[in-house]
């Protein structure tokens, strides 16, 4: 037993701290949810059937360069371009960028699209590395493939930038998948708020289980296996409740890189993409709000639910740990670069209250809950708590964050509904509580080892085991 | 406390209980609204395809026996969804069966209701039904405090098409803040070449950034009778509106503004330049040519892009132009004349034309091949000198690509 009465003190002030620390973070999302579901109401109605056809026809519209950075993805790029090459939109080109691949990428591309060299002149507006070739696609005049020196994807995505043609462009990863509409879908704030609007993100789903046939997904379902399934939960709560919670109140930090539309002017006035993060898409953002802020433009961001991206996720823990641990180096790293923002009034909203929570409990947070999970299960161990002390951090950390899960679902099942057999409802109603009993704790331990990489100055990309996508004729539900 | 404990567990618990329940309780719901819906569907969706055939004079004669709430929910969603793609007497046919069925009257109600989405609907709905006597309710809908209602309120009355609420519209404009200039700008070109009088004689009442949506509008569905007062825009003090009159007057096809765009390549605000080069290509204007070349070797890249690109457009003039830019000081300038000479095809077939018979073409394309290896840009001769099906072209290239590589390393 614990003698030193100051320890005892210490560590019961640390567990008080750990179940003030869940309170909060949970009632944070809890905020956040309640904000989301009254954006969905809004969204939903905002909805007609008539507004798309009328965006497509329009010649107002602008045209978006399509950007896809590739490295080593010769399984899944055909199907990604093949998505992107049908998707409805008036004016648009795909910019595939090829980031020194080792594999066959560049040659399954050029044995399906025909690709020629050109002499492509790009407008040199962010630096990059050397392009060796550019090449342009005879069967579709609107594909071209940049091949260059091994940069990393921020690199590529600025290739891209210099070499694309329209003010907006689109950033989407080569082992994803975006709905034929998706396009028209996540260009509307840029047609209700043009003056105004920089950024827009859509929403990405799994597409682990789901049946992909000439680049779409022709049936929703969801894996049997447990991982892929935990992530579709965690992807919902993060989509559904965190970004459109942050969107609804004007202080969206994340678009993601599987699927974000810019304006090219602001993203090149910014500097381009950085690669001096493991997070290009967070840094981009966050570095955006920080510029735009500081100019005191009037201006939006905006995350658009329905437009779907589909994208593969890790099936094994390993490629899991390193994904998540290369997410958290990001965000340490971005949080570090912009600590000018912490607290300070000068960026609004942004500055007092969404730098400071992604300092205090994405960034902070894994720590405080790892610890806190060890103190309080050994301070009850050694006698140092009583049963209703454990019952009620058991009541902040898990049961309420089941409750959240539940409500990601509820407001998934009400107003987005792309789940609609009942079995993948069912499974996700089981996962939404195991989610909590683990896999949460283990995400933690995860974001630690990035801490670690830091310090040992490990920044590897921490590449994907990748499979081909699933061919359309299995179980699921057809595609509404 | 321990009760305190239990009773906040099981209240969590409870809730967690309930939402799963109401999850559940949701989807199986819908699925049979779906589903009883479907089956109604089936039966009514022939009824309204008879009406709409002419076989009834009217829907509810049509539909037969007295339909229920749900059937006329069913039948209402079936309309609407019809009338999205309609046209002419179908979309008339369609409009008098809503109105028969009482659903315009409903609209014309929701237009009050205090809930924004309520009136936002029934504008929508009027609008697809193109109900003239919604017209002056629509036009007070304008000010509502909601910009999703007053945007579906403009969009009702652009489908109306009525010419008196145009004006309406095309001031709008003047309000970027409640407004979408896209959205209203999509309206009036739904509308037709109509509404170009009516812009014309509005637009000195927008302000400045209004008139360059306006002349969006006019480039999207003007005519050349609009071609005059897009020219005198040409002169505006304001340079986007310069532009804007610039992209105009190549979409609508004005030939007699061929000369004054030649003479916007030399504004001095870029963006006009640009813009002037993209229309003079729009109107396959060939006396232009020497001018694009020069805009070749403008300061800024995307004048110099769209003058290489209006140059390949030109035709036959515009590649002789390109071709005489091959040997140009500007590296830029030689660049984008390789690039075009490349995507018009023209490199391709210089190249196949390397052992011609005709002495002179051959000698033509060797010197061409020779101009576009100095020029700097090789990637596409590259390409074929390890692809061209013919041996002795591959072999040739790689002699000449390689005797450059072998002078450019001597130079240095």
């Given amino acids: 037993m614990i003698e030193e009465q100051w320890v005892v003190d210490g560590i019961l002030a640390f567990n008080n701290f750990v179940i003030f620390y869940f309170l909060s973070l949970n009632s944070i999302y809890l905020m956040l949810f309640i904000l989301s579901m009254g954006a969905a109401i809004r ?29 080593n993805e010769e399984l899944t790029i055909l199907e990604a371009v093949r998505s992107l090459l049908r998707v409805d939109y008036r004016e648009f080109e795909v910019i595939v960028v090829n980031d020194g691949s080792t594999d066959e990428t560049l040659e399954v591309l050029g044995r399906e699209y025909d690709l020629r060299q050109v002499d492509r002149i790009a407008k040199r507006s962010l630096d990059t590395q050397a392009i060796r070739r550019v090449y342009g696609s005879i069967s579709h005049p609107n594909l071209i493939v940049v091949d260059k020196e091994p940069g990393g994807k921020p690199d590529a995505l600025n290739a891209a930038v210099n070499i694309s043609r329209y003010p907006l462009i689109c950033s989407i990863d080569a082992d994803s998948i975006i709905e034929q509409d998706a396009l028209l879908r996540v260009v509307t704030p840029f047609v209700t708020h043009p003056e105004e609007t920089v950024a827009a993100g859509g929403i990405v789903r799994i597409i682990n289980g789901c049946n992909v046939k000439d680049g779409s997904v022709k049936k929703f379902a969801l894996p049997n296996a447990a991982l892929p399934i935990l992530q579709a939960i965690e992807y919902l709560r993060g989509f559904l409740t965190g970004r459109l919670g942050w969107n609804r109140l004007q202080s969206l930090l994340i ?90 009034p000068r960026y609004g909203r942004v500055g007092l209250c969404v730098m ?93 080892k990035a801490v670690w990489d830091l310090l040992w100055r490990r920044r590897s990309w921490g590449y994907m085991t990748r499979s081909r996508f699933q061919p359309a004729n299995g179980n699921g539900v057809p595609v509404r | 406390m321990h009760q305190a404990l239990i009773t906040i567990a099981t209240a969590i618990g409870g809730v967690i209980g309930f939402l799963a329940l109401l999850i559940i309780a949701h989807k199986a719901r819908l699925d049979r609204a779906a589903r009883t819906r479907e089956i109604r569907r089936r039966v009514l969706a022939p009824r309204v395809e008879a009406y709409l055939k002419g076989q009834h004079s009217g829907i509810s004669e049509a539909l037969g026996e007295r339909i229920s709430r749900q059937d006329r929910s069913v039948v209402e969603d079936i309309l609407l969804h019809r009338i999205l793609d309609a046209q002419g007497s179908e979309g ?55 910009s999703e209602v007053r945007f579906r309120a403009a969009r009702a009355l652009g489908r109306i098409g009525n010419p008196s609420d145009t004006h309406a519209l095309i001031l709008t404009l003047n309000h970027p803040g409640r407004f979408s200039t896209i959205s209203i700008a999509n309206v009036l070109v739904s ?72 003479q916007a390549l030399q504004d001095p605000e870029w963006p006009v330049r640009a813009v002037a080069a993209k229309s003079l290509a729009m109107l396959r204007y ?60 023209v490199l391709d077939e210089r190249v196949a034309e390397l052992f011609d018979a005709s002495n002179r073409r051959r000698a033509q394309s060797r010197s061409f091949v020779e101009q576009v290896i100095d020029s700097g840009q090789r990637g596409r001769l590259s390409d074929l000198s390890e692809g061209h099906a013919d041996d002795q072209v591959r072999a040739f290239l790689a002699r000449a690509l390689e005797r450059d590589v072998a002078v450019s390393r001597t130079r240095r």
């Fill in chain 2, 286 to 345: 060939a006396p232009s040519v020497p001018e694009l070349c020069n805009a070749l070797r403008d300061s800024e890249w995307w004048v110099r892009a769209n003058a290489a690109e209006a140059l390949r457009e030109l035709g036959q003039a515009g590649l002789t132009g390109l071709e005489a830019m091959l040997d140009d000081e500007d590296t830029y300038a030689r660049h984008q004349a390789v690039f075009m000479l490349e995507e018009s095809g």
């Fill in chain 1, 356 to 448: 400071p929570y992604f300092f205090f409990f994405e960034m902070l947070g894994p720590f405080i809950e790892i610890l806190g999970y060890v103190a309080i299960s050994l301070s009850y161990i050694l006698g140092l708590l009583n049963r209703e002390y454990l019952v009620l951090f058991l009541i902040v950390s898990v049961f309420y964050g089941i409750f959240l899960s539940a409500a990601a679902l509820l407001v998934e099942q009400i107003w987005f509904g792309r789940y609609p057999n009942w079995l993948d409802l069912s499974k996700l109603l089981v996962f939404s509580v195991i989610e909590n009993l683990g896999y949460r704790q283990a995400l933690s331990l995860f974001k630690i």
């Fill in chain 2, 191 to 262: 509308m037709g070449p109509g509404v170009c009088e009516i812009i014309m004689a509005y637009f000195e009442d927008l302000t400045p950034r209004a008139r360059v949506v306006a002349l969006d509008v006019l480039s999207a569905v003007g005519t050349v009778k609009n071609g005059p007062w897009l020219r005198e825009r040409l002169k505006d003090a304001n340079s986007d509106v310069r532009s804007r009159a610039a992209k105009g007057l190549g979409s609508i096809g004005d030939l007699m503004a061929g000369p004054l765009l030649v």
């Fill in chain 1, 43 to 71: 969204l939903t109605r905002q909805k007609f059937p008539s507004d798309l056809p009328l965006n497509l026809e329009s010649g107002l519209i602008p045209p978006i360069s399509v950007i896809v950075p590739a490295r």
């Fill in chain 2, 92 to 146: 008339d046919r369609l409009a008098r069966a809503l109105d028969e069925l009482g659903f315009l009257g409903i609209y014309l109600k929701r237009l009050k209701r205090w809930r924004w989405w309520h009136r936002a609907e029934g504008a929508e709905n009027l609008g697809l039904a193109r109900a003239e006597r919604a017209r002056q309710a629509l036009l007070q809908l304008l000010d509502d405090d909601n």
């Fill in chain 1, 255 to 344: 678009i993601s890189g599987a699927f974000g539309v810019y304006r090219k002017e602001t993203v090149i006035r910014a500097g381009g993409y950085s690669g001096t993060t493991d997070s290009e898409d967070l840094e981009l953002v966050v570095r955006m709000q920080r510029m735009l802020r500081k100019e005191k433009k009037r201006f939006r961001m905006a995350f658009v639910p329905d437009p779907v991206c589909w994208t593969e996720v890790p099936t094994n823990l390993g490629d899991l740990a390193r994904q998540r641990s290369r997410w958290h180096r990001g965000l340490i790293q971005t949080v570090w670069r912009e600590r000018g923002m912490l607290f300070n």
